[in-house]
């Protein structure tokens, strides 16, 4: 079972955001450039406008230790429905067929683990049903930061968290998207670019 690329939302690309094309800006690069595409990249990290616009506000920043620690700090002061709005900018699971190009190796990024069979077709079922059932009790899309995970991990994670109440899981997902943003600007900035997807 190959494990998934990055730390992941174990949802298909960010909407419209490849972070593949941003690697390698400085922290002083972006902290020149004017605010709208500031925002604009900031929120391909993070799809809650809240949050970004509460991040223009820190720049400068010393390091990418700084900013990171800033990210977290804005995003647990955004309310809950500025986290929601940040899981809306991940694509819904439930294609069979663009599940099965998720966990493929071929579209893994360099460095990943080459050469693993992809996932059994009953796993990539069952997760697709599970996010299914996941959305229609909690109301958004199933959120997990999966780095090293295999896709039968995912699904024990999914099975779990579907036995949390509302506040539980919404907790739960919002930690999950803190992870995710974290790993996005880190690639934003060069780092962890073998990692792939989120």
Not at 24 to 48: Q, R, V, W, Y
Not at 160 to 183: C, H, M, P, V, Y
Request: charged share 35%; glycine share 8%.
């Amino acid at each position: 079972m190959p494990p998934l690329g990055g730390g992941t939302t174990f949802q298909l690309e960010h909407r419209g955001c490849n972070p593949r094309n941003f690697y390698n800006m400085t922290i002083a690069e972006f902290d020149h450039l004017p605010a709208e595409k500031k925002k604009e990249l900031l929120l391909k990290c993070c799809g809650s406008s809240a949050w970004a616009d509460k991040m223009l506000a820190v720049f400068p920043v010393e390091d990418l230790v700084e900013l990171l620690d800033f990210a977290e700090e804005k995003w647990y002061e955004v309310s809950e429905d500025d986290w929601r709005e940040a899981f809306t900018h991940h694509p819904k699971i439930g294609d069979i067929e663009a599940l099965k190009k998720k966990f493929d190796t071929k579209e893994w990024a360099a460095g990943e683990q080459a050469g693993v069979a992809g996932s059994p077709e009953d796993i990539i079922r069952q997760l697709a049903d599970g996010n299914r059932e996941y959305e229609q009790k909690f109301g958004y899309i199933f959120i997990v930061s999966a780095t090293g995970k295999t896709a039968i991990e995912i699904l024990q994670i999914l099975k779990r968290r579907l036995n949390n109440d509302r506040d539980e899981e919404l907790k739960s997902a919002a930690g999950e998207q803190n992870k995710i943003t974290k790993i996005r600007l880190e690639k934003l900035f060069g780092i962890e670019e073998n990692k792939g997807y989120e």
